[in-house]
T-cell receptor
Framework: GAGVSQTPSNKVTEKGKYVELRCDPISGHTALYWYRQSLGQGPEFLIYFQGTGAADDSGLPNDRFFAVRPEGSVSTLKIQRTERGDSAVYLC????????????FGPGTRLTVL | SQKIEQNSEALNIQEGKTATLTCNYTNYSPAYLQWYRQDPGRGPVFLLLIRENEKEKRKERLKVTFDTTLKQSLFHITASQPADSATYLCALDASGGSYIPTFGRGTSLIVHP
């Protein structure tokens, strides 16, 4: 079946602009994660959804970052007033339910803020 | 402070040899530890999970050990192939079966033909 998909694959924006990044998880997966990965680093946790609700958003760096998952499937990560330091690859992952179920990652969205 | 340490230097080995990658952690009490493979421009791919009460896990040419006393996991690839060249990430939960895995920075493995 289809894996996790993310759109767009690349996004270039100017400092101060608003961006939305989309994640389509594997059908039936209740858990969805957003991570941010900078060059040479591992994925850094941002937010975790269980169903429609954000179960843990402790990784969001500040209030410019927000994510939603209104129907418990597709999720959108929203970044307001982008800064150059927001440039990174944003990864989405989904898994069925439990913490030890396999986590499946999407290919990521490379965000570049000029 | 909590740390997950993976060797930042690339590991270069000859085809056919066994590659061994290390993941050390401090100030965590993980219930499980995972290993992932990541190729350039792609998302990580899950390889193996080992629980705190397991010493060793195997899958084909892969073997993972988990020593909660030493706070270390070793990841072995036997009979390595150039196609095994990638970055390998370890991830663990913060404590007690948390739903949030925390990742190390990964170690690059280069297998030379």
């Amino acid at each position: 079946g289809a894996g996790v998909s993310q759109t767009p694959s690349n996004k270039v924006t100017e400092k101060g602009k608003y961006v939305e990044l989309r994640c389509d998880p594997i059908s039936g997966h209740t858990a969805l994660y957003w991570y941010r990965q900078s060059l040479g680093q591992g994925p850094e946790f941002l937010i975790y959804f269980q169903g429609t609700g954000a179960a843990d958003d402790s990784g969001l760096p500040n209030d410019r970052f927000f994510a939603v998952r209104p129907e418990g499937s597709v999720s959108t990560l929203k970044i307001q007033r982008t800064e150059r330091g927001d440039s990174a690859v944003y990864l989405c992952a989904s898994r069925q339910t439990g913490p030890t179920d396999t986590q499946y990652f999407g290919p990521g969205t490379r965000l570049t803020v000029l | 402070s909590q740390k997950i340490e993976q060797n930042s230097e690339a590991l270069n080995i000859q085809e056919g040899k066994t590659a061994t990658l290390t993941c050390n952690y401090t100030n965590y009490s993980p219930a499980y530890l995972q290993w992932y493979r990541q190729d350039p421009g792609r998302g990580p791919v899950f390889l193996l999970l080992i629980r705190e009460n397991e010493k060793e896990k195997r899958k084909e040419r892969l073997k993972v050990t988990f020593d909660t006393t030493l706070k270390q996991s070793l990841f072995h690839i036997t009979a390595s192939q150039p196609a095994d060249s990638a970055t390998y990430l370890c991830a663990l939960d913060a404590s007690g079966g948390s739903y949030i895995p925390t990742f190390g920075r990964g170690t690059s493995l280069i297998v030379h033909p």
